[in-house]
């Protein structure tokens, strides 16, 4: 993006000229010239008024698109947490239910054989 001219500008400039001088008679012309520039804007019709909002504008988008980003990777962080608590619990839940299992396997043996 090209940045937008300075909204003052100082110049200076200046200027020397000889015409036809002689060594011995001297004679010719000696002339010179100097001047100083200034530039500003008085109006620009809004335009940097336009530009700061734009830039404002943009820098809010980038914020809360950064936002939205970190949401998103908390987001899935706790997903993944939540799935590996769930799968845990599970496992658990599984290795009660063998172990139950175990013991009444065991427990009808016993009966069986004694019986």
Known sequence: MASPRSARELNAFAGWE???????????GNNW???VEVQFDIFQGGAKRAELSRERALQERVTAMKQV??????????????????????IEVARAA??????VCASTRTDTTAG
Do not use: C, K, W
């Not at 000889?18 to 010719?28: K, L, S």
């Not at 063998?98 to 013991?103: F, G, K, M, N």
């Open 98 to 103: 063998i172990a139950r299992h175990r013991t």
């Open 69 to 90: 980003a970190g949401d998103g990777v908390r987001l899935e962080v706790r997903r993944a947490y939540y799935d590996l608590d769930s799968a845990r619990q599970e």
């Open 18 to 28: 000889m015409d036809n001088p002689t060594f011995v008679a001297g004679g010719g």
């Open 33 to 35: 010239l100097g001047g």
